[in-house]
């Protein structure tokens, strides 16, 4: 081992020394100098029914989230393409060369987790990540904490009640460690029409073929994305979605696409998403034109909560195969800021941005203020990400079949005011509304279960009607895909366009359906609100305005 290699690794390796003998006194969260912070907080323990400490041999998968180099210039070259100034996008390997973790700061971490107890220890492929196999012992180990476990909405979960800890040689470098608390339940975002309800709206609130969608915003005069790779987030066995997207593509004469699934974690059975996954990606291809390039499942070993995501976000990022990223889940933007999740996701989104993806996210379906707190707020997380385009929900109202004709803010529709995440800059140069925080959705489409998508289930044996902003924001992300096709790949962001341009309403009357009437808690009005955002898009209109604005 080199000078440098042994002055880096003793102290660490003393320090697991320290720490293991801690765990194993039964006093894992002893006071110690040799400590440092990270963004990973104790569990809020409040409203939850606690169980045992967790047993010393329970098992725990962990990441590792490490800090970004030169974060303002990032920050900088982040801000400067989401508000259009510039179109200088990096390749990915100009993005870990310039703001990744050294591979020295990455390899620190690993031999940490490795001296710790941690097996199958691997560095991710933009050095973001650490992770590893170990004991519920090893972790409050190595981070300082007690595990115990918690009843979650039926579901056992962890949650460490203090905060994580590293030996203060990793000051500097890691950001928060995930595996910890589980916690904080993520919600996938689809909602089964409520078939006597439905029936008894007016006629004009229907449920609609996905392609359907495409003729009624006005997307069918544009190419289909074919040159666009998209990539969906979804977690456990999605066997049966793609039996059921074989069955769908057939039953719609497309031609058969190419899937790829990228397995991130362990695999697992759960089988909770399959729903979510066909309204996904049926809903995704059809308003795409029926063709893309490729559709890439990034699958999570489960959907209990964000925590498995944030290392499937990560690899869509170090990939950097897929144009969009769709993710429609979500969870208590407190929980997520508490637990770390939050910071590591966000540092993945920026990274992706500056190499040109976009990230599209549904903005949840529990209306304003999905943490369910009157006093403090807080919205859905990711979809208040300021490096995300949020996508709120609306109930469409056509002829009956696919000729537009209003849309009113669908009542379970995400949105509202951010209390972790700052109101980015193109947000607050273009609206007039005084915000506290980053403020959702930035458009909207159907979501309403009542005006919801027909989606193709057991293998093709029958349709189900499926709304929620699980439908909106991958309809976007299909539309985006078409006007990526356009303009060959090239555009970073849909945001110049949503915010620098439509903040006008001469510009916002060409291509926006102002949706002015409906409430999801806040009501809407006329411009920019917190119930649908901008509104929805006519979307050939909304292609051919971004098509005549060069540097777009």
Not at 6 to 33: D, E, N
Not at 225 to 245: C, E, F, K, N, V
Request: aromatic fraction near 6%; hydrophobic fraction near 40%.
């Amino acid at each position: 081992m080199n000078s440098l290699r042994s002055r880096t690794f003793r102290p660490l390796l003393l320090a697991v020394a320290s720490a293991c003998a801690l765990a194993g006194a039964g006093s894992g969260h002893a006071a110690s100098p040799a400590w440092t912070a990270t963004r990973t907080l104790a569990v809020d323990a409040s409203g939850l029914k606690a169980g045992p400490e967790a047993s010393a041999s329970t098992p725990i998968h962990v990441a590792v989230s490490l800090r970004l180099r030169n974060e303002a210039a990032l920050d900088a070259l982040v801000a400067d393409l989401l508000a259009g100034r510039s179109q200088a996008r990096l390749s990915s390997q100009e993005v870990i060369d310039r703001f990744a973790p050294t591979a020295a700061q990455a390899e620190a971490v690993a031999a940490y987790l490795r001296a710790a107890g941690f097996a199958n220890v691997a560095i991710a492929g933009n050095r973001m990540l650490v992770t590893g196999d170990g004991t519920a012992a090893a972790a409050q180990g190595a981070f300082n904490t007690t595990l115990r476990h918690f009843e979650v909405e039926g579901h056992d979960a962890l949650g460490n009640e203090q905060a994580a800890q590293v030996p203060a040689e990793l000051a500097g470098i890691v950001n928060a460690v995930h595996g910890l608390d589980t916690t904080n339940p993520l919600h996938l975002h689809h909602q089964r029409a409520d078939r006597a309800r439905a029936s008894a709206q007016p006629d004009e609130v229907v449920g609609h073929e996905p392609k359907e969608f495409a003729t009624i915003y006005d997307a069918d005069s544009l190419p289909p994305a074919t040159d666009t790779t998209i990539a969906i987030m979804a977690a456990g066995d999605i066997s049966q979605s793609l039996t059921d997207l074989a069955a769908f593509i057939a039953r719609n004469g497309y031609e058969t696409p190419k899937v790829k699934q990228v397995f991130v974690g362990q695999r697992s059975g759960d089988t909770a998403g399959v729903l979510e996954w066909d309204l996904d990606s049926q809903t995704s291809i059809a308003v795409a034109g029926g063709k893309i390039n490729k559709l890439i499942f990034y699958i999570a070993t489960n959907v209990f909560s964000l925590t498995p995501f944030v290392e499937a976000f990560n690899q869509a990022v170090v990939d950097d195969s897929a144009q969009i990223v769709n993710a429609s889940l979500g969870t208590c933007e407190i929980g997520e800021h508490s637990n770390g999740d939050e910071a590591a996701i966000d540092a993945s989104f920026k990274m992706g941005i500056a190499q040109g993806q976009t990230f599209t996210i549904s903005s949840g379906d529990s209306g304003a203020r999905e943490c369910s707190n009157s006093i403090t707020g807080g919205e859905s997380y990711p979809a208040v990400s300021p490096y995300a385009t949020a996508i709120g929900g609306t109930t469409l109202s056509t002829n009956g079949q696919t000729e537009y004709m209003s849309e009113t803010v669908w009542s379970g529709g995400g949105g509202g005011m951010s209390v972790t995440e700052k109101e980015p800059k193109y947000q607050k140069k273009a609206l007039t509304m005084a915000l506290t925080g980053r403020g959702i959705p930035d458009i909207s489409f159907s979501a309403s279960p009542a005006s919801g998508c027909l989606v193709v289930v057991d293998g093709g044996a029958r349709l189900e009607q499926v709304g929620g902003t699980s439908l909106s924001a991958p309809m976007f992300m299909g539309f985006w895909a078409r006007i990526q096709t356009m303009q060959g790949n090239a555009l970073v962001s849909p945001n110049k366009a949503i915010y620098r341009y439509t903040k006008k309403a001469a510009n916002a009357a060409l291509y926006t359906h102002d949706v002015t009437s409906g409430s999801n808690g806040y009501t809407a009005g006329p411009g920019w609100d917190l119930g649908s955002g901008y509104g929805s898009l006519d979307v050939a209109a909304f292609a051919a305005f971004v098509d005549t604005h060069a540097g777009f």
